[in-house]
């Protein structure tokens, strides 16, 4: 029967259809790459504000990588929900409300509520803006067109990590005038309650958080938006929710698209904060300068996500299978590296291999999602595994730290971990049964 799911990824891609390129994107699709964009953005310089923001209430360190787990935290818990919610409203109203609610998170963590709560109101509100913007690419890109489409989501991703992390070690090196500092730390406490120092950079992820909600505006909607699904407590419900799950899993190239990025994004998540904490601890440099380390990543990303919308169509997507084994051989060399000039090209190459493999395995995973389930639900599904690898995963770095474990080792698992994981899928004959 696998001659059928390759007939079916060879018509989409059939050389007889029009070239996306010379077709273009759909109206208001850069409209959804800019709300993205800036949305993104916005998220990636808080999380490095909010770290320096638990440095400065007395926080152990242990406490920065559980931001990420209660930001993750409702893709999973949530999943069914926000699947069948993104195909029951427009999509691009639902993403403005979204941004709205992501705003409310940081005036929350401003008003004394704890960081760990308040990103997971912010994690809630990006539960369910993933949904409606994965799911409006795949409603208004032609299949033949989805590897370029995603190929765009995913420079703008990629985008908005690297200058969200430099905006985010930005807006930390910059004190303002003299006294400026103790002025916003009295303010802010007579005010807001909570006496901090970096008001100004909170007040700037607001400001982008309003304008991604502002873009929202421009995005039209796809030829499958008319066909909303009524949101229904049967399609919300756990056991509707596993059954999905498990077609999904069942489907042979849907099953190894979801395995390669639900394994890609938990290692991801514990290197955002492992390269931070190398950039401290090997090569000597302060948080701020350690985001912009962080940020060389994602531009490798961009690399290799912009070659693989050039190089890969859906039908030779698991040709980029190997990507994930160079990845796996980079981490352990990176631990060992303590001069900048050599970090920096390593860096960029362990994104690019990322990169590479992650597109191809986005754009087969949407287009066999969509065709299996929806594609609101198709993406809720792939929100639940991968969300639930980065739990797991920055559950195990956070207590390793907390055990004192040194950095080399814990990179030497990680990559142990991506290559017994990439191994049994990058075989020859596991390759050519797909």
């Known amino acids: 029967m696998q001659w059928c ?19 273009g994107m759909p109206p208001g699709f850069h409209y959804l790459i800019g709300a993205q964009f800036a949305s993104g953005l916005a998220d990636n310089a808080l999380l490095i504000v909010s770290i320096r923001f638990l440095q400065e209430q007395g926080y152990p360190a242990w406490w920065a990588p559980l931001l990420k787990f209660a930001f993750n935290l409702a893709y999973v818990v949530l999943a069914p929900l926000m699947g069948p919610l993104a195909d029951a409203f427009p999509k691009a109203r639902l993403m403005a409300a979204m941004n709205a609610l992501k705003l409310t998170g940081v005036v929350c963590m401003l008003m004394g509520v704890h960081p760990a709560l308040s990103f997971a109101v ?31 989501l995913e420079v703008s991703v990629v985008l908005s990590v690297i200058l969200g992390t430099a905006l985010g070690g930005v807006l930390l090196g910059w004190h303002g005038p003299a006294g400026w500092a103790q002025y916003l730390q009295s303010w802010s406490g007579r005010v807001l309650g909570m006496p901090t120092q970096l008001l100004h950079c909170f007040a700037v992820v607001v400001l982008v958080y309003g304008i991604a909600a502002l873009l929202n505006a421009g995005i039209r909607p796809g030829p499958g ?21 498990l077609q999904l899993w069942r489907d042979p190239l849907g099953g190894v698209s979801l395995y390669v990025t639900t394994l890609y994004w938990g290692i991801g998540a514990v290197m955002q904060f492992a390269v931070l904490r190398w950039a401290e601890q090997g090569l000597g440099l302060r948080l701020e300068h350690g985001a912009y380390m962080q940020a060389l990543v994602a531009v490798g990303v961009i690399v290799g996500a912009a070659l693989a919308g050039r190089c890969y169509r859906l039908h030779s997507a698991r040709k980029v299978l190997p990507m994930g084994l160079l990845l796996a051989a980079l981490l352990p060399v ?24 992650l597109v191809p395995m986005n754009a087969l995973l949407q287009h066999r999602g969509a065709s299996i389930l929806s594609a609101g639900r198709s993406i809720a599904v792939q929100g ?32 142990l971990v991506l290559l017994l994981g990439m191994w049994p899928v990058c075989r020859p004959a596991h390759r050519r049964a797909l």
């Open 334 to 357: 990176m631990a060992w590296v303590q001069w900048v000039w050599l970090a920096i090209p390593l860096l960029m190459l362990a994104g690019a291999a990322g990169g590479m493999l």
């Open 122 to 152: 912010i994690g809630l509100a990006a539960s369910a803006y993933a949904p409606a913007k994965y799911g409006l690419v795949t409603e208004s890109v032609p299949a033949r067109c989805l590897v370029r489409a995603n190929g765009w």
């Open 225 to 245: 938006e008319a066909h909303r699904v009524p949101l229904r407590w049967a399609a919300v419900s756990w056991r509707s929710f596993w059954q999905s799950n």
């Open 384 to 415: 639940f595994n991968e969300n639930a690898s980065v739990l797991l995963m920055l559950a195990l770095y956070s207590g390793t730290l907390a055990l004192g474990i040194p950095l080399w080792a814990i990179m030497l698992m990680l990559a």
């Open 5 to 23: 799911h390759d007939a079916a990824i060879h018509r989409a891609a059939a050389p007889s259809a029009p070239s996306c390129k010379k077709e």
